[in-house]
């Protein structure tokens, strides 16, 4: 089966988030089961440079604004898939990020940046695919940089290609003024209700949810929650009327990028069977970080985007309580700056208590994930996460609000589920400060009190199967499906 997976960013190539880590280990899993996958991506320079050298394909040609740009191949060392690319210095050569200039400015030709590469993925499908040895059976898209992709593949290019759509976010659209449509050479009779047309706007998202063949969702909970006007963002009404065909699929992680035995980011390895190793990755990084080396102080960690949707807004108003309990507190992320000058004043006033670290540094996150004893994550709404499946996987047990894709992966510790041994984690009761204070003090008093349940809470979620394998093998069902 031959499947083009179209993405706008990929790990380790391009990241800005969870979608990049998907596009790079769901490919690969589904390439171990004998799927023909190749991932189609903007040639960004961080995507030129680390897949260089690059082959050339083919020349792409009538496309919308630039005319020209050219296809070039490419091979993701780590995993042996391969990448398409466009090159087109123009449109994706730029200093800044994949979305927005270097100052969180969204780029304004957007629309033509991913609507070029929809309509791409729309021509390698079709009977006009300058390809000729390779055509795909399925084409693969994700979240609105792709959305359009289905409605090319319908309404222009006639293909006989199947399309699913993957949605990582609701909360990301892609939706832009209706006079985009004739640069995009989008047939305007489709601008309608029952079509790309959105509150008078054009919406990438939802062209891909009313066009795609079939619909995916990163976590079971999510496909259920999408279709209710808390977490439809506007969409829920379509979302419902294909309630039915929408299949959530939790995601996996990359165990060979994220796993306590191996990770070369950690000053000491250790194994659910080899637990004591954790105890040197916490001393490094209260070390690493100017915290007081204290082995007995609950030390919480957070790596997460400072916005509303992540809940840290609940988190600093109890960081003093939490302190007088004795716990220390280490954060990596950056995004709203309220959000971040509320952490930066704790970090402040709170010097070997409280470390703030605003950007992105990917070995931290692997030090913070090893070296904290529990991993916060209080979102109030996250499509899958995977934060708490490194969590689970590093023997740092996480404190969540029971939301999409944490819902379904983190079983709170109580009685019963400590018993069966199926805890893993502490789940709040409401999306609250005074609930997630409560949730941490639960956790604390386990963790001071009682070290045997602590170890099994710990051991539950490390020798869970977190990888892709289940997950490939779902999609790849969910492929022939559609073919049949």
């Not at 189609?40 to 050339?56: D, E, R």
């Not at 609105?144 to 222009?156: D, E, N």
């Not at 000058?341 to 030090?367: C, D």
Request: glycine fraction near 8%; aromatic fraction near 8%; charge should be neutral.
């Amino acid at each position: 089966m031959r499947v083009l997976f179209t993405t706008s960013e990929v790990f380790p190539l391009i990241k800005t988030g969870g979608l990049a880590d998907v596009s790079g280990s769901l490919p690969a899993a589904l390439q171990h089961l004998g799927v023909d996958i190749r991932i189609l991506v903007p040639g960004y320079p961080s995507v030129l440079n680390q897949l260089a050298p690059l082959t050339h394909l083919a020349q792409l040609s009538e496309l919308p604004v630039v005319g020209q740009a050219e296809l070039l191949m490419g091979t993701i060392k780590e995993t042996q898939v391969k990448v398409m690319v466009i090159k087109s210095a123009s449109l994706y050569e730029r200093a800044g990020g994949p979305y927005a200039d270097a100052n969180g400015m969204e780029w304004l030709d957007n629309p033509v940046r991913f609507g070029i590469l929809s309509k791409v993925a729309a021509i390698l499908s079709g009977k006009n695919s300058p390809l000729k040895d390779w055509q795909p059976d399925v084409v693969h898209c994700n979240d609105w940089q792709t959305g359009l992709t289905p409605a090319y593949m319908k309404l222009v290019e006639h293909t006989p290609a199947k399309s699913m759509i993957s949605l990582h976010n609701m909360a990301f659209q892609g939706c832009y003024a209706p006079s985009w449509l004739p640069t995009l050479a989008l047939p305007s009779t489709h601008f309608t209700l029952e079509g790309f047309e959105y509150h008078g706007l054009l919406s990438f998202l939802k062209a891909g949810i009313f066009y795609a063949d079939s619909i995916t969702t990163v976590s079971p909970s999510y496909a259920k929650e999408i279709q209710t006007a808390a977490f439809g963002f506007g969409l829920e009404g379509l979302l419902s009327k294909r309630g039915d065909e929408i299949k959530g699929i939790l995601n996996g992680i990359d165990t060979k990028e994220w796993n306590p035995k191996t990770d070369t980011h950690l000053a000491k390895n250790y194994s659910a069977t080899q637990l004591a190793g954790k105890a040197e990755v916490k001393r490094a990084l209260q070390e690493k970080l100017g915290l007081q080396v204290k082995a007995d102080a609950p030390l919480l960690g957070v790596v997460s985007r400072l916005t509303h949707q992540k809940g840290l807004d609940m988190l600093a108003p109890i960081v003093q309580p939490l302190l007088d309990l004795g716990c220390q507190l280490v954060l990596l992320g950056g995004g709203e700056s309220e959000l971040e000058n509320a952490f930066r004043h704790l970090a402040n006033n709170h010097a070997g208590s409280v470390s703030v670290n605003i950007g992105y540094n990917e070995p931290l996150s692997h030090q913070i994930m090893a070296g904290s004893d529990m991993f916060i994550m209080p979102s109030r709404f996250e499509p899958c996460g995977l934060n708490q499946l490194y969590g689970l996987a590093y023997g740092t047990p996480p404190i969540i609000n029971a939301t999409g894709g944490l819902a379904d992966s983190v079983i709170n510790t109580n009685i019963i589920t400590y018993k069966n041994k199926t805890a893993n984690g502490f789940v709040l009761s409401e999306a609250s400060s005074a609930s997630l204070l409560s949730c941490i003090k639960e956790a604390i008093n386990v963790y001071k009190n009682d070290a045997a349940a602590w170890k099994q809470i710990q051991k539950n979620g490390m020798l869970q199967n977190l990888s892709w394998d289940k997950s490939a093998l779902e999609y790849l069902a969910e492929y022939k499906k559609m073919l049949q």
